[in-house]
Structure formats: C-alpha cells, structure tokens
C-alpha cells in the first residue's frame, strides 16, 4: 500500500483526503435537484433517457427545489439541513438530478449564484452532458468561476466543478445506453473547460452490458490522458421501471458479483493517475425500486472489502500506470 501521507492511509487519493488537504476539512454534498430536463427525454435526442435513468435523472436522493416559497429559500433551506445534519459549517452544493446546464442562462446564473452566495457552502458542483455546454453557458461558468475564485468582501473564495456523464469509451456501449452523444463531443468539453480552468470530474459505470474489463480500463487509460480533476466509478445499479430493467428480467444481461465488482475496481485504481481524486466508489441505488445488485445496498461493506483486498493485493492507486500503453 502507498505510503502517500496526501491520501490519509487510504489507497488513493479519495474526495475525503483531498478536501482535507485543501479546506482542512471533511465536506459533505448536498444534492439539489432544480427541476431540470435532459434532451434525452425532452425529444431534443429522445424521449425515452439513457437506459439505465431512472424517472428521477439519478436524483432520488436530492432535495428538489420546486418552491413552495422562494426558489432561493428553499436553496437556503436545503443547504443547512445537510450542514446540521452532519454537523459540519461547509457543504458543497451538488446540482444532481438531470442535465444541470440544460435551461436558460438567466436560471443557471441564478441557481448557481444562489448556491455560491451560501454562507455554508465551500463551492458547487455541477453534474451534466458534454453536449449542453453551450457558448453562453461556458461564458456564464468563466465569470462565476473569476467572481468567486478569490476572497472578496469577507466572503471565501469559492470553486465550481463539473461533472460530465461519459459512462464508457465504447462506442457500441454508448449507443446502446442511448448517451447520445460521441467521444469528441467530450473532448471538447473537457478542452473548453480546461482553458477556463473549471475542474471536470468525470462518471464512468463498471458493469455495463456486454463492457469487458478491458472496456472499463481503456475508460481509465483515456482519462488519464485529459485534463481530467476527478472520477465517479459507478457501480451500474439496475432499477425497476427503466429500459435496463426490461433487459435484465430477459436475461440479456447479468449484474456484477461483489467479486467481480471489486475485482474490476482494484484493476481500474491501480491504472488511473496518481493525481485524480476519486470523487466515489460504487453509488447509491434507491432500494425501493434496486433490483440488482442487492449486495450493493450495504456500501459500507462494500468499501471495506475494497480496501482490505487492496491491501492483501498491495495495490495502490497508479501502480500499474508506468506500465501501461497509453492510449491517445
């Protein structure tokens, strides 16, 4: 195991030890769903959502913003139920249901403003498509991100991330889940993001259909080759009322083991550059509709058994990375 003290005895460099050695302390997410879309449901692209979405966008566990008051009340509202709930004076703002620059600049700039003006907010993230980053909205994000990126008026500087869904780097792969979108487009975001100097976290689901691991590592070996901040490893949860769903019950697929799951995990961690934080590990699947896999509901565990194999295994984070092909 890495001896790395920036990782705080983990492994990698998780989200936890990086927010440790930047803010000298934990931070908690607090998720917001704002009442967005997505133009894979809007009939922009589709109708129907990537397979795997459930009716929620992926947030079913964020507080949703449709007022009953004030829109900017119930950001406040939201914000200081998670700080109190954890106990801590810092949050980040996590705009996570649906497509969260998919609307017009002038509720983007009053959302995010919102969320940054937050006295207990230490920044926002902002999870989205490669394909909904417009002009103007690249514009709003460089503006927010020179406001905010430097103490002012008593108040701390702030950051904004971005989360981009890539999923897979097999074009096959991606058609099938419906992304809608190809590889390039997201080069191109990450690229227009870079030259403002917005972080991007990048998603990436383990146990796709028809993935290999060979599929999941040339995710990473990609990765590593972007100016990429972070990744979201996902676990790929099957929920009851989508389209993957349909496809599991006909047996088209099955989902992973926890074996093969840490297995896949240990093999990814071990290629993906030291430098990126690993912002998460498996997921949270809403277990009144989780229909596999039901050994993820414990996450705990599920951690756990991570490291404790890491460790057995002596792996770290990168260790195979000077050794592998890159891929360009």
Avoid at 15 to 35: I, M, P, R, V, W
Avoid at 161 to 185: K, P
């Amino acid at each position: 195991m890495s001896s790395n003290p920036l990782w705080h005895g983990k492994p990698y460099y998780s989200l936890d030890a990086y927010c440790k050695n930047t803010f000298g302390q934990k931070l908690y997410k607090s998720a917001l769903d704002a009442g967005f879309t997505c133009p894979n449901r809007d009939g922009t692209l589709d109708t129907r959502g990537c397979i795997f979405c459930s009716t929620g966008g992926s947030g079913e566990f964020a507080a949703s913003l449709s007022p009953s008051f004030s829109l900017k009340a119930r950001i406040d509202e939201a914000l200081t139920i998670t700080a109190l709930q954890k106990r801590t004076d810092k949050v980040i703002a996590y705009f996570q249901a649906y497509t969260n620059t998919y609307a017009p600049v002038e509720k983007l700039e009053f959302l995010y403003r919102a969320a940054l003006e937050h006295p207990k907010t230490a920044g926002i993230s902002i999870a989205t498509r490669p394909d909904c980053l417009p002009k103007e909205v690249l514009a709003l994000l460089n503006r927010l991100q020179t406001e905010y990126s430097a103490p002012r008026n008593g108040r701390n500087a702030k950051f904004i991330w971005i989360e981009l869904g890539l999923q897979t780097v097999n074009e096959q792969t991606a058609a099938y889940i419906r992304r809608g979108y190809a590889l390039s487009v997201f080069d191109q975001a990450v690229s227009e993001l870079s030259q403002i100097g917005l972080p991007v976290i990048a998603h990436i689901i383990l146990g796709l259909p028809g993935e290999t691991k060979q599929d999941c590592q040339n995710a990473i070996l990609y990765l590593n080759e972007r100016s990429v901040f972070g990744i979201k490893l996902q676990l790929l949860h099957v929920l009851e009322g989508t389209d993957l769903y349909q496809d599991f019950q006909a047996g088209k697929f099955q989902a992973l083991s926890q074996s093969e799951y840490t297995d896949l995990l240990i093999d990814c961690i071990g290629h993906l550059r030291p430098d990126i934080v690993i912002h998460r590990l498996t997921g949270d699947g809403d277990k009144r509709v989780l229909a596999a896999p039901d050994w993820s509901k414990n996450k705990r565990a599920v951690l756990n058994t991570l490291h404790h194999e890491m460790k057995l295994r002596k792996i770290h984070q990168g260790i195979w990375r000077e050794n592998t092909c890159r891929i360009r």
